[in-house]
């Protein structure tokens, strides 16, 4: 009975002893599991490669971005200016991309010539324009004291219209002026979706020749 029962317990030492060893070997031998590496950021990152960058690399990392795409609107043209702002756009072949819509502004000041002897009075200003290449302009009918007044533009701001008169006083265009004047007026509004800087400047530079006018990032 008694050697039965140490026969029981050498077997047993046995097997822990034999299970100890199994688990030793399994340890030693079994790969590395990636959550317990206890270097898990030599493993992944080679610090040979690393390099600080210098002023210099930044700025041309920067540079060598792709430059960024822009939305701009230019105007606004009355229906008469409208198309002459058209093949001012032309050289930028701009194609489909342009598009043109037309709105509703409250006008708050003008540029215009003064009637003087009626219906004949304002012919004789009408050829004048045309002998000085321009092009943008509107004779006076309605009724009243502005009859026969010739309207060289319609601004939302005096800034606006002032930039108008000097550019017609430049070509030689007699007696215009400035004054207040609230009316509505269908306007012509150009939109240049996905413009790059370079079109961009070519464009501000054909809207210098169009004083009055603005040229803005799209108003959603």
Known sequence: MYRQRVNRLRVLFLLLVGANVALFAWARLAPPDAASDPLPLGRQIE????RILSEKDL???QASKPEAQACVEWGTFTLAAAPRAEQALEPLALGARVASRRIEETAHWWVFIPPADGRAGAQRTVNELKSLGLED??????????RWAVSLGVFGTEAAASGRLEAVLAKGVRGAKVAPREMQVTKVLYQVPDIDPATRARLAEIARQFPGTELRDCRN
């Open 47 to 50: 610090p040979a490669k690393l």
């Open 137 to 146: 302009y509107h004779v006076m009918q309605e009724e009243g004291n502005m």
């Open 59 to 61: 700025a041309i990392v």
